[in-house]
């Protein structure tokens, strides 16, 4: 390789099913990203956007094709060795949240952080200064269903923040939220950029993509457009 | 994961759903309950039945005669069968040290049965007359309460002396004590109470203290005539001499009465220690049968642990999902899942324990259950390896996820 890329993948396909049945959520795939770029990966819903995502998180391995991620080959890489780079590299944020329920704030922003074997005090000094950043500092004792969307959605925000992770990936972020909240998400997500962390956002939403330095268009399977807008 | 943030995980995992939980709980703690409880009242069955022989004496052999019978009127029997009846010279023989060395005591019986006793107006018919001679007294554990026993001399010279058992006692003088010294008719003839015996445990369904003994003399002058014996008890030296007392006497008596060889030993001999061993294998056998009902039952609680933590791991395949892409590993949702399941039977384990401490304070079934400890650390034991084992499988397939599928999961 030559000039090493945060992410690199290539020729990546990505097939459910088999025979007459099989569905091509990916038909070829191949993306570079630079270290502290701002992507939104924009297309219609089934056009594989979030297969990619999937894949690009290592929640999903490829059918066939390459991915290079910080330099080491994703495919070689055990179950194990897999579990620690979603833990430390990559930070996620979905459009359902995934908040683990009957837990507080404070306790699912240490999750990763527990896996990632910190020791308790430390933990919980990272998961208030997270907590801090995303403005819920007072609402650390509270359980996901005592919190609005938008707030549930910041929880989620220092959570994938909690590690420090050099990737944030967002899977329709602001999907589920009302217009107030999908500003404050977005702001977030500029602060974050500037602070030069690499974010790759999923979206249908033009405005939501308009935030992004750089957009790659998605439509059945294969990347038919990647421009940098800004 | 440390330890403890593991143990944190799996306590809220339970307590999410509490009612769940408490059911498997129960689940297992009737289990190990049953286990514990069972067993004790095996165990307790069987020391009341030891302690019942033991207080017969253990050294103790009762010999009787298959061919002859005991005889308690005058020749009520052929020759063939006259020929192997006990006489008081077998019972003097079996007494001398230089024929049978690990004998200590002999004493000849004769029963007679259905005599009625008088004091004044009241009588009563006692169950057992008994002729013997005092050596009766140690070798069959049956001590005088007040007063005391009649002597060698009495026998001798067939002195009308009578020791009542306590029922015997209470029903001619209400107050057993103020038998002693007083005269009571036994039939047609007057004996002078030497004392009352001390209350006996039953052994059997007949009451052992329905009973009255004279010397054996006297009860052949007076009552049974001059037959054969009904027996001859024989107390070994130590209990561990039991069985080379026992041959001694089948020998002597084989030589005495002229058994032939080709015949089988017309003699039989009860061994109070065999009996007790007999009853031990029975208790013992009763005690595992016991324990093989709680098992299964602990088994079916285990299968409950396995039930449960299958419905969690279904439930929770979404937050397993959401755990790994957050960086956990297989073997921390495996751990969290196995220290679920153990910690529920774990938690049932102590809960039976402490219940079957409770129950095992009261008698169950005319039993008093004796704790066997090693059973209570069995039985925890088993418990937190049910949980392990039974876990495995639902813990297994929660680590198996894939992070997508399980993502995906709704």
Request: hydrophobic share 40%.
């Amino acid at each position: 390789m030559a000039a090493e890329s945060l992410i690199e993948i290539r020729d990546v396909t990505k097939t459910y099913g088999q025979g007459e049945t099989a569905v091509h959520a990916l038909r070829g795939v191949s993306l570079r990203v630079e270290a502290g770029e701002y992507i939104a990966v924009m297309g219609s819903s089934g056009s594989g956007k979030s297969t990619l995502m999937n894949i690009l998180g290592c929640l999903d391995v490829p059918t066939r094709g390459e991915y290079w991620l910080d330099g080491s080959d994703v495919a070689r890489l055990s179950e194990d060795q897999q579990a620690l780079v979603r833990g430390r590299k990559i930070g996620f944020i979905f459009q359902s949240f995934n908040l683990i329920p009957r837990t507080t704030a404070l306790a699912n922003v240490e999750l990763p952080l527990t896996y990632a074997h910190l020791r308790r005090g430390e933990r919980r000094k990272r998961a208030n200064r997270a907590l801090e950043l995303v403005g819920l500092a007072d609402r650390t004792g509270h359980r996901p269903n005592e919190l609005s969307g938008g707030q549930q959605q910041r929880v989620a925000i220092a959570r994938a923040l909690a590690t420090g992770p050099r990737i944030l990936l967002a899977d329709e972020p602001t999907g589920n939220l009302d217009a107030h909240s999908t500003d404050e998400v977005l702001g977030m997500f500029d602060d974050l950029h500037a602070d030069g962390r690499t974010i790759i956002v999923i979206t249908h939403e033009h405005d939501v993509a308009a935030r992004a330095r750089r957009l790659v268009q998605v439509s059945d399977g294969r990347i038919v457009a990647d421009e940098v807008t800004r | 994961m440390s330890p403890r943030d593991l143990m944190g995980a799996a306590l809220r995992g339970l307590t999410a759903n509490k009612l769940r939980s408490l059911l498997t709980v129960l689940g297992v703690s009737i289990g190990v309950g049953a286990v514990i409880v069972l067993v004790a009242v095996g165990n307790g069955s069987g020391k009341a039945v030891q302690a019942r022989l033991e207080a017969m004496g253990t050294n103790l052999l009762t010999v009787s005669t298959t061919g002859g019978g005991g005889g308690f009127q005058r020749g009520q029997a052929g020759p063939a069968a006259q020929q192997y009846s006990l006489t008081l010279d077998d019972s003097a023989a079996l007494a001398d040290k230089q024929l049978a060395p690990d004998v200590s005591a002999v004493a000849p019986v004769m029963t007679s049965s259905g005599a009625t006793a008088t004091n004044g107006d009241t009588s009563y018919t006692v169950n057992q007359v008994i002729g013997t001679t005092p050596e009766y007294m140690t070798a069959t554990n049956t001590p005088v309460g007040t007063g005391a026993s009649f002597t060698q001399q009495d026998v001798d010279t067939s002195q009308r002396v009578i020791l009542l058992g306590q029922t015997t006692a209470t029903e001619l003088f209400t107050r057993p004590a103020s038998a002693v010294g007083q005269t009571i008719k036994l039939g047609a003839v007057d004996f002078v109470v030497r004392g009352v015996l001390a209350s006996k445990d039953s052994t059997g369904f007949n009451d052992p203290n329905a009973t009255a003994i004279v010397p054996i003399s006297t009860l052949r002058a007076t009552q049974a005539g001059y037959g054969a014996l009904s027996q001859i008890v024989v107390q070994a030296v130590d209990k561990d001499r039991v069985d080379t007392a026992q041959s001694e006497v089948t020998q002597l008596l084989t030589a005495r009465h002229k058994v032939p060889a080709t015949e089988t030993s017309p003699f039989r001999i009860t061994n109070s220690a065999q009996i007790l061993q007999t009853s031990q294998d029975t208790a013992a056998t009763f005690t595992a049968l016991l324990a093989t009902v709680a098992a299964i039952s602990l088994v079916v609680g285990g299968i409950g642990v396995t039930n449960i933590m299958l419905v969690t791991v279904t439930e929770r395949t979404r937050e397993i999902g959401i755990r790994k892409a957050l960086g956990a590993r297989r073997r921390t949702i495996l751990g969290q899942f196995l220290i679920e399941a153990t910690l529920l039977s774990l938690i049932g384990g102590a809960v039976g324990v402490g219940a079957a401490l409770i129950v095992t304070r009261f008698q169950l079934a005319g039993v008093q259950p004796v704790l066997v400890p090693s059973s209570i650390g069995l039985a925890l034991g088993v418990s937190a390896a049910v949980g392990l084992f039974f876990g495995s499988m639902p813990a297994h397939r929660a680590a198996g996820l894939r992070p997508i599928d399980a993502l995906r999961h709704e």
